[in-house]
């Protein structure tokens, strides 16, 4: 599973992508449980920050396998 | 409604033509230019970054979905990206429709929208006398803009891909037309499977508990029948294999072991087995019974069929456009003159492309630039028509090798033109939108090479699938190669063995363990010969690509190597 950061959150995570190899498929909860604990510095950024998988935002119900590009998308700011 | 959008480093220009149909009453244009002025402060620019795949995606879904109310015939949407200096555009729209007011509508919605969903940020002002030069990394775009020139090593060259090939829209297809295509939903099972208890035996079925020795037979259920019933002691049902049980609480004598007289059997042996399927066994409701990304086999699609799901959810046929170029190959069915070479790479491309369900289109290009354009006119007639374009030969810099214009011509922007590995150096990456073109070098070993490092990355991806992984063996005989400052894929032959999976899944980490507990249970990899890229010959053996480090070698047998099987 890659797992990309944009904007702001490259600074608090101090890279542009992460690699993760979960055993079984995550949902949202667990999934941000996972990069919480890799990286704390999200934390104030989970309000504000929507999920994407393989391009598209990602429902609430979404699963994400490790054939997903995950991308987390802070207030977008286009135009 | 025909719909462009482009994500660009460069200026926008100033000057772009309306496209002119004979039905456009109406063609509204609008710029975003950067203002001088930021939360305040004077600036003197502002530093913008996308996530370019989705950008692109989104911005088309909104115009998709906002022409359903104002019906417009066509739209063009240029957003710059990196660092833009005050007065220049950052965004560019252009809408053309029958009539002014939905354009304009639509217009009006599509800058709200895009503000509020489209993955593009602005990064930073730059103050009044900063220096407008390019940053490092300004999102992807930027650092493949940035780095065209450069050599790519193999993994970064495969991470640009990846990041470049979006996965395809998926659609709905009947079960069959959907085999080897890539699932892209996750099927749930639709009740629990089996929905109830079923013998797996020809037998009797009796109550769990029922201490009698005599049962009378009260029923007999065949594997369609579905008749509810509660047994009582001493009471027994004659079930087919695959019958459905009565209630539960039940257990199946098997019919060899009891005597049967008129409508009265007697247990012979006692068994320990229920032999029963109970209810939810192999997979309560609601349970995944395929992830999305699985590749529909055989065995997908008859569980697909066996629980309703006609219309999966899959990866499109791909449209693959391959044009052959250069004066000097000829038709396999001629003889070559002095100076000439037969085509083979049709024929390898045809093949390695069999594994993938696409439909795919060939020819062969003339060296007249002008001639070639028109002959890929005729074969793309809009921009639209393929998903991936190959063009074998004309990679590289020589004064005939036109892949890299023809590619311009089309509106592809290349990522990068050149690999740090042998064979295959000169490989051109473009894209442009949704579709991704590839300018392979015209040696069939290192365009065999080539496709099964990089145009199978990027198909996985284009079809949603998992990438192919490098495998760790052992080398069987002696890898006979100098140091090279290039990384070199080495073609080989493998014997099958059980494979150790370099990913750090669970279970591949302890089917690792495992490998590793028994050396002899690895795939072994003899190297073949090879002299030039050229080689033809050693392409019958390879089933396999070692990967041998830069300035490494040679390398003995026994050692450990890393390795991509092919032809899979």
């Known amino acids: ?79 | 409604m025909e719909i462009e959008v482009q994500l660009t480093g460069s200026p926008i220009a100033e000057n772009i033509s309306a496209p002119r149909r004979a039905e456009h009453g109406a063609w509204l244009e609008f710029r975003g230019a950067v203002r001088d002025e930021e939360n305040g402060e004077k600036i003197s620019g502002l530093e913008y970054e996308a996530y370019p795949e989705m950008a692109r995606r989104e911005i088309r879904r909104i115009l998709e979905s906002l022409a359903v109310e104002h019906p417009c015939l066509a739209a063009r949407v240029i957003h710059r990206v990196g660092i833009i200096p005050v007065g220049e555009a950052a965004i560019y729209v252009g809408i053309a429709s029958r009539h002014r007011a939905e354009a304009i509508a639509l217009l009006g919605e599509f800058m709200n929208q895009l503000k509020q969903g489209v993955p593009i940020w602005k990064r930073r002002a730059l103050p009044v006398g900063a220096r407008l030069s390019q940053p490092q990394h300004v999102g992807i775009i930027g650092r493949a803009a940035a780095g065209t020139a450069a050599l790519r090593s193999l993994d970064e060259a495969l991470t640009e891909i990846r990041a470049h090939c979006p996965p395809l829209p998926p659609e709905r297809a009947p079960l069959a037309e959907a085999f080897d295509r890539a699932l892209r939903e996750t099927v749930c099972a639709p009740e629990d499977m089996p929905p109830c208890d079923r013998s797996t035996r020809d037998g009797y079925a009796i109550l769990e508990n029922g201490g009698a020795e005599t049962f009378h037979i009260v029923d007999t259920l065949h594997a369609a029948d579905w008749k509810p019933r509660q047994l009582k002691p001493g009471e027994a049902v004659r079930v087919a294999t695959g019958a459905s049980l009565p209630c539960g609480n039940l257990r199946v004598v098997m019919q060899e072991n009891v005597e049967r007289t008129g409508d009265q059997i007697r247990i012979v042996r006692r068994e320990t087995a229920t032999n029963i399927n109970f209810r939810g066994e192999d997979l309560r409701a609601g349970e995944p019974l395929l992830h999305t990304g699985t590749k529909l086999d055989a065995g997908a699609l008859a569980l697909l069929a066996a629980t309703g799901n006609v219309n999966p959810l899959v990866s499109p046929r791909l449209r693959v456009l391959h044009f052959t170029t250069g004066d000097e190959i000829v038709p396999p069915d001629q003889t070559p003159k002095p100076g000439q070479i037969r085509d083979s790479t049709s024929s390898l491309v045809h093949g390695l492309l069999q594994h993938i369900p696409c439909d795919l289109t060939q020819a062969h290009l003339p060296e007249n630039f002008e001639h070639a354009k028109r002959l890929v006119s005729a074969f793309s007639p809009h921009p639209s028509a393929f998903d991936l374009l190959l063009v074998s030969g004309g990679a590289s810099v020589g004064e005939k090798d036109f892949t890299r214009p023809l590619l311009q011509w089309l509106g592809f922007e290349i990522v990068f033109s050149q690999i740090n590995i042998r064979p295959g150096r000169p490989l051109i990456f473009g894209v442009n939108d949704a579709r991704v073109a590839f300018g392979l070098p015209g040696n069939p070993l290192s365009h065999f090479v080539c496709f099964h490092l990089f145009v199978a990355a990027a198909l996985a991806k284009l079809v949603g699938q998992a990438p192919a992984t490098f495998l760790r063996g052992r080398l069987a005989a002696k890898l006979d190669g100098a140091p090279n400052p290039r990384e070199t894929l080495w073609p080989a032959r493998f014997n099958v063995g059980q494979a150790s999976c370099r990913s750090q899944t669970k279970s591949s980490a302890q089917a690792e363990q495992r490998i590793g507990d028994r050396r002899d249970a690895w795939p072994t990899l003899t190297p073949l010969k090879w002299a030039s890229s050229g080689d033809v010959t050693c392409l019958t053996q390879t089933n396999a690509l070692i990967r041998v480090p830069a300035n490494h070698g040679p390398i003995e047998t026994g050692e450990e190597v890393d390795f991509l099987p092919t032809n899979v």
């Not at chain 1, 995550?26 to 990286?39: A, G, R, V, Y």
Request: aromatic content about 10%; charged content about 20%; glycine content about 6%.
């Open chain 1, 1 to 79: 599973m890659r797992i990309l950061f944009f904007a702001q959150l490259k600074d608090v995570t101090g890279c542009d992508a992460a690699e993760f190899a979960p055993p079984s498929p995550l949902n949202c909860e667990l999934l941000w449980t996972m990069l919480l604990e890799k990286f704390p510095g999200l934390h104030p950024h989970r309000g504000t920050v929507r999920l994407a998988r393989n391009w598209e935002y990602a429902d609430a119900d979404a699963l994400f396998t490790n054939a997903d590009e995950v991308a987390l998308i802070p207030p977008v700011s286009g135009g």
